[in-house]
């Protein structure tokens, strides 16, 4: 039996996890900054009582995050109604996937903890290349799905502030493996299945409400894996021998690729519908651009209010709502006006019309995503051009997936007809 910490344990692949772990007969630390059963409530990014459980503890697995449109995330998804994960300033996310991160390798090493396993995500790998010369722009040669990505392949900025962070804290997991914590990063791949937030939850439930999109056609390449793949893998990590996995980054995923046109149409096939039409990826990075705005004005304005908190009522302690271009009001009244979005020649060459038609929405007060919609998926997530290749975790621990698209696919339709989330009015929320 081995005694075990779990972070982020009532979320996603934390919570699968520690189930899994205590169905084995292991002596489990769950922890996450949500109340659940069974679970100790704390925040792991800040001293506190969580850092007792360490001492005695064999293994750490770190699997909180923070940003990803998991199940905490989800917000009520309602035809022609713009909706959004809840929003995470970017300061949080920095916060909980880098400071938690060096919070808990702390930890570890005070309390001579012998195994730390970190979870990280494919995001943190930059785009490999442009778009292919003479391509149309909705779609790209069939030949990217077989290309894959090993663990040489550097990780540099992104942009995005979560794939940065998480690049962060893979570095520093790194450099405490250099100092004698045996710890090892396991970079996961498109994670799917019961209870998985960003690629089952809100896919379906956008679908269902007629707002998902496919971007550029879906020609983007994805490694899905399914969460009793991941399961597996953390544990065969943790229990390999500590000098071939210790200081290394492993890739996990389900040993395929495919485009996200082919994954979505699993979903559809579940609710009977017709595949989602698809939306060049210019016009979400003019939407994005916009959110971009209206959120540093929200913060900027909130850090006045802050400032001034002795002569003000405080500010409410439920989560803040996520800041749309709902807010943008014409002329006259209090609100600011909306920022132009830039439509250059090539735009306006490829999509006018559609162009056109979101910055009328815009300019009207109507936010776009009402009408299309990822989530918390982004552009740079559905048009990655090449898979990941898991023959470094295969040779290095000899695991490998068993559980193949179209049964991991399956098992999902299963849990989701169960719940009541296929072919119901309004969606259930339960876990």
């Known amino acids: 039996m081995v005694r075990a910490v779990v972070t982020g344990a009532a979320g996603f692949l934390g919570g699968a996890l520690a189930h899994a772990l205590r169905r084995r007969g292991d002596d489990v630390v769950a922890i996450d900054i949500r109340r659940a059963p069974g679970v100790m409530q704390a925040d792991v990014s800040r001293p506190g009582e969580w850092e007792k459980a360490f001492y005695g503890t064999e293994l750490v697995i770190h699997a909180a995050a923070i940003g990803t449109g998991g199940v905490a995330e989800l917000t009520p998804v309602r035809p022609g109604r713009a909706g959004a994960p809840v929003r995470v300033s970017d300061a949080e996310i920095r916060r909980v996937t880098l400071g938690a991160t060096a919070a808990l390798l702390d930890a570890a090493g005070r309390a001579g903890v012998d195994r730390f396993v970190h979870l990280s995500c494919v995001d943190v790998l930059a785009r490999t290349s442009g778009p292919v010369p003479g391509g149309t722009g909705d779609r790209r040669p069939a030949r990217a799905v077989g290309r894959s990505l090993d663990e040489t392949t550097p990780i540099g900025l992104t942009g995005d502030v979560r794939a940065d962070a998480m690049a962060a804290a893979e570095q520093a997991v790194g450099s405490a493996a250099a100092h004698g914590l045996g ?9 799917y299945g ?9 896919p379906v439930l956008l679908m269902r409400a007629g707002r998902f999109v496919l971007v550029d056609g879906g020609w983007g390449v994805l490694s899905p894996v399914h969460v ?27 040993g395929e690729s495919v485009s996200a046109a082919d994954f979505f149409t699993f979903y559809c096939q579940m609710l009977a519908i017709a595949a989602p039409r698809s939306v060049p990826a210019r016009v979400f990075g003019a939407v994005d651009a916009i959110d971009r705005v209206c959120s540093f004005a ?41 920022p132009a979005v830039p439509v250059n020649s090539a735009t306006s060459r490829r999509g006018p019309g559609l162009i056109r038609g979101v910055g009328a929405r815009l300019v009207a007060g109507v936010d776009p995503r009402a009408r299309v919609d990822l989530g918390p998926l982004t552009v740079r997530a559905l048009t990655r051009d090449a898979g990941l290749s898991i023959e470094k975790i295969r040779a290095r621990t000899g695991w490998s997936p068993v559980v193949r698209l179209p049964e991991g696919m399956n098992r999902t339709e299963s849990w989701l007809r169960e719940r009541g989330l296929l072919g119901v009015r309004e969606p259930s929320r339960r876990g």
């Open 183 to 191: 710890a090892t990063v396991l970079r996961i791949g498109d994670a």
């Open 228 to 254: 009793d793949d991941v399961v597996t893998a953390v544990t065969t990590v943790a229990g390999a021998d500590r000098s071939a996995v210790a200081g290394e980054v492993l890739h996990v995923t389900g």
């Open 298 to 338: 929200e913060g900027y304005r909130r850090r006045g209010v802050d400032d001034s908190a002795a002569e003000t009522p405080p500010l409410p302690t439920h989560p803040v709502p996520a800041v749309s271009t709902t807010s943008v009001r014409p002329a006259g009244s209090a609100a600011p006006a909306a």
């Open 194 to 202: 019961p209870r998985a937030g960003r690629w089952t939850l809100w």
